[in-house]
């Protein structure tokens, strides 16, 4: 239940009711004219908001794997050409000096040989030349072939992060048209019913967190991830973002096992990829806990039945229950 939006504090809103709401719909559109309505389109457009917002996260590590491929296939190539050049000239030598030869050819051979077993030392040593100038050719068509593939591969590897760019781009577009929605479904509900919306389940009580953070983590680096995710609680939400100042989901979970010495990709999908599965009835402190599959949400378990994580923008990095989301999916345990 992540959204894309800010909401401006101190914005005096009036309470919804029954009417039409005062931000009209596209043609052909309907919309919602009561607040459970509101709140259930709101909870809508946050999931696929923040499912564009991961997959975003997910195309830009796309997209540095397709350059750093581009990187090693240009290498590859200029190895390429390299071995072509050492196998030209290392041709060019090898004709050179039978060239240069008294013993040419097998005729030569025989004419200038003043016995049998001097000529068929000759023969033996020209049937060599030949087997390496074979090799070396062989090495030369090699080359070639390898260059023409890293360029290939290179090419590839272009056109495929260019394409991810432009697919980059368009979600970025649909991002901001979420936004605008969410900002007009938002603007219709009082500070209350904002307030409701957040926290549609009771926050835990202050026994209960105190309990989970005495809970012993299972590892120095977890307990230190738990510690640094604990010191950003109240930070605000934030698209794309990773610390120190705001976060989103992923880039929370990503900073605080970064401060734990654990480096992790900003995309809940790749983290749910790493480490170790642990079902839920195993869980410890410091554990990613998913939401989604594949996964468009993540937090940081604590104990107790709790998780710090970074909920939706207008919200703040916040301790809640596993619970407060319903689509759980799994979870993993870091070193």
């Given at each position: 239940?992540?959204?894309?939006?800010?909401?401006?504090?101190?914005?005096?809103?009036?309470?919804?009711?029954?009417?039409?709401?005062?931000?009209?719909?596209?043609?052909?559109?309907?919309?919602?004219?009561?607040?459970?309505?509101?709140?259930?389109?709101?909870?809508?457009?946050?999931?696929?908001?923040?499912?564009?917002?991961?997959?975003?996260?997910?195309?830009?590590?796309?997209?540095?794997?397709?350059?750093?491929?581009?990187?090693?296939?240009?290498?590859?190539?200029?190895?390429?050409?390299?071995?072509?050049?050492?196998?030209?000239?290392?041709?060019?030598?090898?004709?050179?000096?039978?060239?240069?030869?008294?013993?040419?050819?097998?005729?030569?051979?025989?004419?200038?040989?003043?016995?049998?077993?001097?000529?068929?030392?000759?023969?033996?040593?020209?049937?060599?030349?030949?087997?390496?100038?074979?090799?070396?050719?062989?090495?030369?068509?090699?080359?070639?072939?390898?260059?023409?593939?890293?360029?290939?591969?290179?090419?590839?590897?272009?056109?495929a992060a260019t394409q991810k760019q432009a697919d980059l781009t368009k979600r970025q577009s649909e991002l901001a048209a979420q936004v605008t929605k969410y900002k007009a479904l938002l603007a219709t509900l009082t500070a209350a019913e904002r307030a409701r919306y957040y926290q549609p389940k009771p926050a835990p009580a202050a026994a209960v967190v105190s309990q989970a953070f005495s809970n012993v983590a299972v590892s120095k680096n977890a307990a230190g991830a738990v510690?640094?995710?604990?010191?950003?609680?109240?930070?605000?939400?934030?698209?794309?973002?990773?610390?120190?100042?705001?976060?989103?989901?992923?880039?929370?979970?990503?900073?605080?096992?970064?401060?734990?010495?654990?480096?992790?990709?900003?995309?809940?999908?790749?983290?749910?990829?790493?480490?170790?599965?642990?079902?839920?009835?195993?869980?410890?402190?410091?554990?990613?806990?998913?939401?989604?599959?594949?996964?468009?949400?993540?937090?940081?378990?604590?104990?107790?039945?709790?998780?710090?994580?970074?909920?939706?923008?207008?919200?703040?990095?916040?301790?809640?229950?596993?619970?407060?989301?319903?689509?759980?999916?799994?979870?993993?345990?870091?070193?």
């Amino acid at each position: 239940m992540i959204g894309s939006v800010v909401v401006v504090a101190g914005v005096v809103t009036a309470p919804l009711t029954a009417h039409a709401l005062p931000h009209p719909a596209a043609p052909g559109a309907s919309q919602p004219t009561t607040t459970g309505q509101v709140t259930a389109k709101l909870n809508s457009l946050a999931k696929s908001s923040e499912q564009l917002s991961e997959q975003l996260n997910q195309a830009k590590i796309d997209i540095v794997k397709a350059r750093h491929q581009v990187t090693l296939a240009n290498r590859q190539a200029e190895q390429a050409k390299q071995e072509l050049q050492s196998a030209q000239r290392q041709l060019a030598i090898s004709l050179a000096s039978q060239y240069k030869s008294a013993s040419f050819s097998r005729t030569v051979a025989l004419l200038s040989s003043n016995s049998s077993e001097n000529y068929l030392q000759t023969v033996q040593s020209l049937n060599l030349l030949t087997q390496h100038q074979s090799e070396v050719a062989t090495i030369a068509a090699n080359a070639i072939t390898n260059a023409d593939a890293a360029a290939a591969r290179a090419k590839a590897a272009v056109s495929a992060a260019t394409q991810k760019q432009a697919d980059l781009t368009k979600r970025q577009s649909e991002l901001a048209a979420q936004v605008t929605k969410y900002k007009a479904l938002l603007a219709t509900l009082t500070a209350a019913e904002r307030a409701r919306y957040y926290q549609p389940k009771p926050a835990p009580a202050a026994a209960v967190v105190s309990q989970a953070f005495s809970n012993v983590a299972v590892s120095k680096n977890a307990a230190g991830a738990v510690q640094a995710a604990r010191n950003q609680l109240g930070k605000p939400y934030v698209w794309g973002a990773a610390g120190p100042d705001s976060f989103d989901c992923s880039g929370l979970t990503m900073y605080a096992w970064g401060q734990a010495g654990v480096s992790l990709p900003h995309s809940a999908a790749a983290q749910q990829g790493m480490g170790t599965p642990v079902a839920q009835s195993d869980l410890q402190p410091g554990d990613l806990v998913f939401f989604g599959s594949p996964a468009y949400h993540v937090g940081i378990y604590i104990g107790n039945g709790l998780m710090i994580h970074a909920p939706t923008s207008g919200d703040v990095v916040k301790i809640t229950q596993l619970s407060y989301m319903s689509d759980y999916s799994g979870a993993t345990r870091l070193g």
